[in-house]
């Protein structure tokens, strides 16, 4: 019986691979980018930021197995929607000007990504330049929708 549970698992982890969803890992073009306040700011942004948020994704070994594969393409498909260095000006959809408020509230980079790329998490001085590049480079978001939902966790 134990075998063959295991051999049921073995099979359907080969056969979820056939998924075409996920397997597609060739990056658009970079067509525009913001106006960095500085290198250093870009630097981190790609560092933290960029797999999800541009063009410039680089797929690790682990994106290339299904299911995990499919988390990831999910991830990389709405994080450019949400906005794209890469696409800068160009894609109507840009929410980088809450950029700040997403890493204040520890929202971005997500938890896991961080246990998964350990220099995404940035901290201290770092942590500071950081966000005032960000401000610089992308603003503030004075969203109305935004304004009212501070208190809220
Ligand atoms: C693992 C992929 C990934 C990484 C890395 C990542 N993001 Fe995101 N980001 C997403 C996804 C997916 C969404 C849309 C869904 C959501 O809000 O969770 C998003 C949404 C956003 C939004 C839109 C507002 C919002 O809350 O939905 C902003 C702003 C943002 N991210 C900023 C950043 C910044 C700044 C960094 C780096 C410090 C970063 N993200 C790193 C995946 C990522």
Not at 25 to 51: I, M, Q, Y
Not at 73 to 90: A, C, L
Not at 100 to 116: A, H, N, Q
Request: include cysteine; charge should be negative; aromatic fraction near 12%.
């Amino acid at each position: 019986m134990k075998y063959k549970i295991i051999g049921f698992i073995v099979v359907v982890i080969i056969v979820i691979q056939f998924v075409p969803y996920g397997r597609n890992h060739l990056n658009p073009p970079v067509v525009a980018e913001p106006r960095w306040d500085s290198a250093k700011t870009r630097e981190l942004f790609f560092r933290a930021c960029g797999d999800c948020h541009s063009n410039e994704t680089t797929w690790p070994g682990y994106s290339n197995i299904a299911p995990v594969s499919w988390l990831v393409q999910y991830d990389v498909h709405q994080g450019r929607k949400e906005f794209n260095v890469s696409m800068w000006g160009v894609q109507k959809e840009n929410e980088g000007d809450e950029s700040i408020e997403t890493i204040e509230k520890g929202e971005m980079p997500p938890w896991f990504y961080v246990i998964l790329h350990p220099e995404a998490r940035i901290s201290g001085n770092e942590k500071t330049d950081f966000m005032k590049g960000l401000l610089a480079t992308f603003g503030k978001g004075d969203d109305d929708n935004e304004h009212g939902e501070d208190d809220s966790d």
